[in-house]
């Protein structure tokens, strides 16, 4: 399996929406994988969440990292 390496941006981004680096290396490892722009992929993951976040409750966190593989 190949590393995954989180760009800045993208360390920003989860940090910014509330998601761990573990969740959304997991997300990429075992998501639903969409077609995304620019040859991109989207890797769609749900998680139990149960929680509020920004003052709204939720049961379930999506997490949804858009990634490119390095050659």
């Not at 620019?38 to 990292?65: D, M």
């Amino acid at each position: 399996m190949k590393p995954i390496r989180l760009t800045r941006h993208a360390q920003e981004q989860s940090q910014e929406r509330g998601a761990s680096e573990e969740e959304v290396k997991l997300a990429i490892r075992h998501g639903i994988k969409e077609t995304a722009k620019q040859g991109r992929e989207l890797c769609r993951y749900n998680v139990t969440f149960n929680q509020s976040w920004q003052g709204t409750h939720y049961a379930i966190k999506q997490i949804a990292p858009v990634i490119k593989e390095a050659r």
